[in-house]
């Protein structure tokens, strides 16, 4: 299973927006975009050249893949998958990557990252439909229900993300049953739904050409 191991701050720095890798320490003044919003490296305040073309859709593909916590390989399957459906490829790309089981468990607030989400999957603290799942890419479907699996309702983890989140609300698509500490998905989401401030249109031209 690869995933990125190395600091996760300077990828903020790097795309110069907050991308929330770190959970709680997202929202506080201990954020480097607000300590120091500059590309990281010795030469990161000097960088002024203007980001055209290809640079700007290449920044755009990280936002994305960096936000999600997948590598190039599997990011470029999704959207070949995703140009292989009828349907505005962008708009579909980010669907498929919101299904993630993983980003379904952050969307949810049982963790407050989408890095401490994967690990809970793969630590199988989570049932879908009542059977255990440990895929943190397992694409979610419509009427699906994720629901934390038994006693893993006292994971340490999963409370205390519980109520760091309580006011960052749960999207549309997913309806929250506190009581049974699940949710269900009541829809596949829809653009205007995924809260991320991307162009997905150049990440399409990206891998067009």
């Given at each position: 299973?690869?995933?990125?191991?190395?600091?996760v701050?300077r990828?903020?720095?790097?795309?110069?927006?907050?991308?929330?890798?770190?959970?709680?320490?997202?929202?506080?003044?201990?954020?480097?975009?607000?300590?120091?919003?500059?590309?990281?490296?010795?030469?990161?305040?000097?960088?002024?050249?203007?980001?055209v073309?290809?640079?700007?859709?290449?920044?755009?593909?990280?936002?994305?893949?960096?936000?999600?916590?997948?590598?190039?390989?599997?990011?470029?399957?999704?959207?070949?998958?995703?140009?292989r459906?009828?349907?505005?490829?962008?708009?579909?790309?980010?669907?498929?990557?919101e299904?993630?089981?993983?980003?379904?468990?952050y969307?949810?607030?049982?963790?407050?990252?989408?890095?401490?989400?994967?690990?809970?999957?793969?630590?199988?603290?989570?049932?879908?439909?009542?059977?255990?799942v440990?895929?943190?890419?397992?694409?979610?479907?419509?009427?699906?229900v994720?629901?934390?699996r038994?006693?893993?309702?006292?994971?340490?983890?999963?409370?205390?993300?519980?109520?760091?989140?309580?006011?960052?609300?749960?999207?549309?698509?997913?309806?929250?049953?506190?009581?049974?500490?699940?949710?269900?998905?009541?829809?596949?989401p829809?653009?205007?739904?995924?809260?991320?401030?991307?162009?997905?249109?150049?990440?399409?031209?990206?891998?067009?050409k």
């Amino acid at each position: 299973m690869a995933r990125y191991i190395g600091p996760v701050c300077r990828l903020c720095r790097r795309e110069g927006m907050k991308l929330f890798l770190k959970g709680e320490r997202c929202y506080t003044e201990k954020c480097a975009i607000e300590k120091r919003n500059v590309p990281p490296g010795q030469h990161g305040r000097s960088r002024k050249a203007k980001i055209v073309g290809y640079g700007i859709q290449l920044r755009e593909k990280q936002k994305v893949k960096r936000t999600y916590g997948v590598l190039e390989n599997q990011f470029r399957r999704y959207f070949e998958a995703a140009d292989r459906q009828k349907g505005i490829t962008g708009e579909l790309l980010l669907q498929m990557l919101e299904r993630r089981l993983d980003n379904v468990i952050y969307r949810l607030g049982f963790a407050t990252s989408r890095a401490q989400a994967r690990q809970l999957v793969r630590h199988g603290h989570f049932d879908v439909n009542g059977r255990k799942v440990d895929i943190p890419s397992y694409a979610v479907r419509q009427g699906d229900v994720v629901a934390v699996r038994g006693t893993s309702g006292q994971n340490v983890s999963i409370q205390h993300a519980m109520e760091e989140v309580k006011g960052r609300g749960i999207p549309e698509w997913l309806l929250f049953d506190s009581a049974a500490l699940s949710g269900r998905v009541s829809q596949l989401p829809t653009r205007e739904q995924i809260n991320l401030p991307v162009q997905e249109q150049l990440i399409v031209e990206l891998y067009s050409k």
